[in-house]
Nanobody, 113 residues
Framework: QVQLVESGGDLVQPGGSLRLSCAAS????????MAWYRQAPGKQREAVAV???????TYADSVKGRFTISRDNDKNTVYLQMNSLKPEDTAVYYC???????WGKGTLVTVSS
């Protein structure tokens, strides 16, 4: 079965950077479009970034120019590089193989001084 394990979340000051990782197993990773989502307290889960099997990327307007999604098909891992972090980026971040219903436990990013 599909398994997704997110990591890399931490407490960081505004303006700081983090790199999140999501290790996938149980799927033919290289053929899947992969996505990062986030859910802030009291809010709905929202899509942050998507990367296709051909490495085309799409970003939410709120993170465009600050976040970069990438993938390593040899490691079955998708990454989210987050720069210029803002307090409103605080959320639990999840990855998803688009078209599947499996979610990992997420990784918490807290942006605060």
């Amino acid at each position: 079965q599909v398994q997704l394990v997110e990591s890399g979340g931490d407490l960081v000051q505004p303006g700081g950077s983090l790199r999140l990782s999501c290790a996938a197993s149980g799927i033919m990773f290289r053929v899947y479009m992969m996505a990062w989502y986030r859910q802030a307290p009291g809010k709905q889960r929202e899509a942050v970034a998507v990367i296709t099997s051909g490495n085309s990327t799409t970003y939410a307007d709120s993170v465009k120019g600050r976040f970069t999604i990438s993938r390593d098909n040899d490691k079955n891992t998708v990454y989210l590089q987050m720069n210029s972090l803002k307090p409103e980026d605080t959320a639990v971040y999840y990855c998803n193989a688009v078209g599947t219903t499996t979610w990992g436990k997420g990784t918490l990013v807290t942006v605060s001084s």
